[in-house]
Nanobody, 115 residues
Framework: QVQLEESGGGLVQAGGSLRLSCVVS???????MGWYRQAPGKQRELVAD???????NYADSVKGRCTISRDNAKKTVYLQMSDLKPEDTAVYYC??????????WGQGTQVTVSS
């Protein structure tokens, strides 16, 4: 059984930083991994993703403020966020895309940025 467990969310003041982690458990070949977020009343949106080879992609809204990385041996993906803004407040979800194309999701971790 494949599970994704996120951690690292919390309450931070504007301008602060957080590091999110997502650990994958289960016997699975990992392809692309990423972070998505969903704010109240809004659709889930991509924040950043990273291929198995390390190629990255970022939403325009977070470019220059977020860095996604992964440790394949640990089956872990990270999202380092800095200069956080109130509009970054959302539930952040880790996503794993299997080589078959199926996407697994974590339960989400809340990030709240106060002004």
């Amino acid at each position: 059984q494949v599970q994704l467990e996120e951690s690292g969310g919390g309450l931070v003041q504007a301008g602060g930083s957080l590091r999110l982690s997502c650990v994958v458990s289960g016997n699975i070949i990992i392809n692309r991994m990423g972070w998505y977020r969903q704010a109240p009343g809004k659709q889930r949106e991509l924040v950043a993703d990273i291929t198995s080879g390390g190629n990255t992609n970022y939403a325009d809204s977070v470019k220059g403020r977020c860095t996604i990385s992964r440790d394949n041996a640990k089956k872990t993906v990270y999202l380092q966020m800095s200069d956080l803004k109130p509009e970054d407040t959302a539930v952040y979800y880790c996503a794993l895309r299997h080589v078959s194309g199926y996407v697994y999701w974590g339960q989400g971790t809340q990030v709240t940025v106060s002004s």
